[in-house]
């Protein structure tokens, strides 16, 4: 039996909710599932590129591709190793295919079976026997636009996230949905109702705050009886976070949230290794994010060893940029449930 399941009887289980998309939601909740709480994962959907953009424009569906890495993060550890591996599978040859997943293309052929993309969800949830509940943010067919300080407006996500050289050195001074979307009223009821509410890690806006900018998301959260606790990212991202500390993350974050909404910050205090990897990032103009808290000024700051001694190399089929370092699941998952 393991150890994290023996609790008195008649406790009740804390609900966490976590925020996000990509990577960083994987790395949460593969951590968390091991705890004796309850997940639940809000998702972003606005994703367009790579896999995601020919579900859109050729399925005609929404995206599926945080959807799919948040299915696999919590799928159970009794489900078929080999089903969660084709879940995350890369097809790397094949006109029109290459690129691909196989858990992308799975979705989009359950959709056609049941005609609604609700449905194909909650049943590839089944077949994964998912521990949790996984919410996307909108079910409404949106686009992320970002406006920069120079004026110009971008219309797309992956354009925002991987932006050309000469607009990835402005500031990205307002984010919005384009139409405007209304939130899941699953996934707000779930914010509300939630102990702990969990944002990051991941791409600042891309990733985090574009699930915010939908109509009654940030205000569940103001509203929820929860705390909220972020986990800063390890380091800045070129076009989103140009330069930003530690503290100008979270005034970013507040100035969608509003102020003093963050309860909690989960700060990464070890050293980045190996030094090789940090001459990759400086490529990629991304660098350390520097910790300017101090005592925090009312904000509690957890700075711990968060970082992964693993360096991830992404599959010669993926032709989106990924990171190389990421968080630890099992350290991140230690210090939230700390939280509690």
């Known amino acids: 039996m393991n150890k994290h399941s023996l609790r008195p009887k008649g406790l009740k289980r804390k609900k966490i909710v976590v925020i996000g998309g990509g990577t960083g939601t994987y790395t949460v909740l593969s951590g968390l599932k091991k705890y004796p709480v309850d997940l639940a994962a809000v998702v972003s959907m606005t994703d367009s590129g790579g896999s995601n953009r020919v579900i859109r424009d050729e399925f005609g ?19 078929d190793e080999i089903l969660r591996k084709l879940f995350t599978y890369r097809y790397k040859a094949g006109t029109g295919i290459s690129g691909m997943t196989y858990g992308n293309l799975f979705m989009a052929a359950l959709t056609d079976i049941y005609g609604d993309q609700e ?8 077949i994964l026997n998912v521990q949790g509940e996984i919410l996307p943010v909108t079910y409404d067919n949106v686009h992320l636009v970002a406006r920069y300080d120079n004026g110009e407006q971008v219309l797309g996500e992956h354009f925002i996230d991987e932006p050309n050289e000469r607009l990835g050195k402005h500031k990205i ?3 919005e949905v384009f139409p ?16 702990l509410i969990v944002l990051g890690p991941g791409d600042l806006h891309t990733s985090i705050i574009c699930n915010l900018v939908v109509d009654g998301v940030a205000l569940a959260i103001r509203h929820s009886k929860a705390k ?25 974050l507040e100035k969608y949230l509003g102020k003093g909404a963050i309860d909690y910050l989960l700060v990464n205090s070890a050293k980045i290794f190996p030094n090789g990897i940090l001459k990759k990032y400086r490529e990629e103009k991304a660098y350390l994010v520097k ?31 990924r990171s190389l370092i990421r968080h630890d699941s099992a350290k991140l998952a230690r210090a939230i449930m700390s939280l509690l």
Do not use: W
């Open 61 to 79: 569906l929404l995206p599926t591709s945080d959807i799919r890495q948040v299915m696999v993060a919590l799928a159970s550890d009794e489900s």
């Open 119 to 126: 449905k194909a969800i909650e049943k590839t949830c089944e």
């Open 173 to 175: 001074v307002e984010l």
């Open 180 to 195: 405007r979307a209304k939130a899941n009223k699953k996934a707000l009821k779930t914010i509300q109702d939630a102990d």
């Open 228 to 252: 909220c606790a972020y986990v800063l990212n390890l380091m800045t991202k070129f076009g989103q976070t140009n330069g930003f500390s530690a503290s100008e993350h979270v005034l970013e």
């Open 291 to 321: 910790d300017d808290l101090g005592g925090g000024n009312g904000l509690s700051i957890i700075r711990r060893s968060f970082i992964s001694r693993r360096v991830f190399e992404k599959p010669k089929s993926d032709k989106l940029k």
